[in-house]
């Protein structure tokens, strides 16, 4: 299914699909001459097919790299790991990145989810009752308005 739009300054669609196979996407900014394909700088959001596992996976990203295993903004199919670009950011079993219920911040350190972390190597950590980053101690409270 693809909508195309008759003005002349935004005059790319949408377009629905779902193949045989169970993928399925919504790309963005379609050639209206076009009903199968893709252009450069287009976006996809949907169910694509992992090359390395064979599992579903939900994805956002550039329809060039919808093959990619390692490009885009990923949800797995259990919908227990979150990545991006093959980083894993969130998630649980995970064998790279962020593992066992942690999250990783901007620099790739984990912030451990219900666990006391005494690494003090670059991220945030704790000693018990208090939360660090890099060595300075957080200060929790309410800020005025």
Excluded: H
Aim: proline share 5%; with cysteine; hydrophobic share 35%.
């Amino acid at each position: 299914f693809q909508v195309n739009p008759s003005g002349t300054n935004y005059n790319e669609g949408i377009r629905i699909a779902k193949a045989s196979n169970g993928l399925s996407q919504i790309q963005f900014g379609v050639d209206p001459a076009q009903y199968s394909g893709q252009i450069q700088g287009q976006w996809a959001a949907g169910i694509m097919i992992r090359q390395d596992t064979m599992s579903q996976e939900f994805v956002i990203c550039l329809t060039s790299d919808f093959g990619n295993d390692n490009r885009g903004l990923r949800i797995s199919a259990d919908g227990n790991t979150l990545s991006f670009n093959g980083s894993v950011i969130a998630g649980t079993g995970a064998s790279t990145g962020a593992s066992n219920g942690s999250v990783n911040y901007s620099a790739g350190n984990p912030i451990l989810w219900g666990l006391n972390s005494v690494d003090t190597n670059g991220g945030f950590y704790s000693d018990g009752p208090k939360v660090y980053w890099r060595a300075k101690p957080v200060t929790l409270g309410s800020v005025p308005p």
